[in-house]
């Protein structure tokens, strides 16, 4: 069973690999009691034993969700954990917890007669500027402090454009963190609007003419959406992150090579302005779409600023 399942695309290659060393080498006891003292469950009837905590903590995923369910009617625990449940389910570990997730778990759950994780995605450590995280050298951030001084957002971004199919470490390099952020978020999608709303409020009252004036530009925004949704769904958000700041380069071409802050002094080019800076709007909505899983705030932002539908 495990071996058709880790080869099922239920892991990263890599990972799949490695539990293939784990597996052709032969699998051995599992020893799943600690004894005291021990932070955990007590064995019923052992005194003094505990379950291994990475024998009970999977347990607790199920545990949690079947609370969940206890308090919300609208949720039936079975169509997402039962034998047959058709349900997507996904882990995100860190590559240190590999084995207990990819065998032991499965195996549990295999004989429990449970469903088993439709995949499980390992992520390498987290380090900030290469180095792992350490309170002595200053490289040690709470998620708290973090929020207490800049959006979410950001971080979520910046993760989102490393985080690929393998298993490398994820280093929050923070010279890099401030350029990305500035230069992606800022430089690329907000500037699209920016060059273009200020022309439609004061020229045109905030309305948008109904005029494409980049129809092969616009169809290759669209083009690109299967693209995009794969690599979010094959959970390769650096690769749908990559596609969506190439689109960003191009529309910030074309506005460029339109000039609409120079066809705006020109007598009579007041339409063609118009219809650019409606184009530009366009493509920028476009790109806050296919940005939304990763920057759901940014999107909301922009949705309101567009008097559009959420």
């Excluded at 549990?108 to 792992?132: C, D, F, S, W």
């Excluded at 609007?193 to 004061?202: E, Y």
Aim: net charge negative; with cysteine; proline share 4%.
């Amino acid at each position: 069973m495990l071996q058709s399942w880790t080869r099922s695309g239920t892991l990263q290659d890599a990972v799949a690999n490695k539990i293939a060393e784990w597996l052709d080498a032969g699998l051995q006891q599992w020893d799943i009691s600690r004894d005291a003292p021990y932070f955990g469950f007590e064995i019923p009837d052992e005194p003094g034993k505990y379950f291994y905590v990475w024998l009970d903590a999977p347990i607790g995923y199920m545990a949690s969700f079947k609370n969940l369910c206890s308090r919300r009617p609208e949720l039936d625990f079975d169509a997402f954990w039962g034998k047959d449940s058709t349900a997507e389910l996904y882990h995100f570990i860190g590559k240190d917890i590999v084995n207990f997730h990819a065998l032991f778990w499965p195996a549990m759950l295999e004989g429990a007669g449970y469903r088993k994780p439709t995949g499980i995605n390992v992520h390498g450590y987290l380090t900030v500027n290469g180095q792992k995280m350490s309170k002595s050298r200053g490289t040690f951030i709470k998620a708290r402090t973090y929020l207490e001084h800049l959006s979410p957002e950001y971080l979520r971004y910046y993760y989102a454009s490393k985080l690929g199919r393998g298993v490398d470490d994820l280093d929050l390099n923070l010279e890099d963190f401030v350029q990305k952020v500035n230069s992606d978020l800022v430089g690329k999608v907000v500037n699209i609007a920016s060059r273009c709303a200020g022309f439609i409020h004061k020229g045109n009252a905030g309305v948008m003419v109904d005029s494409n004036a980049a129809p092969e530009l616009t169809e290759a925004f669209l083009a690109a959406a299967p693209s995009i949704a794969d690599a979010y769904e094959a959970r390769d958000f650096a690769r749908a992150m990559r596609e969506i700041m190439g689109l960003a380069d191009r529309a910030n071409a074309w506005i460029a090579d339109k000039a609409p802050w120079s066809l705006n002094k020109q007598e009579g080019k007041q339409d063609e302005v118009q219809a650019i800076c409606a184009t530009g709007i366009n493509l920028f909505r476009q790109l806050v779409i296919f940005l939304k899983p990763v920057l759901p705030l940014l999107a909301a932002d922009a949705e309101a600023f567009l008097n559009v539908a959420r």
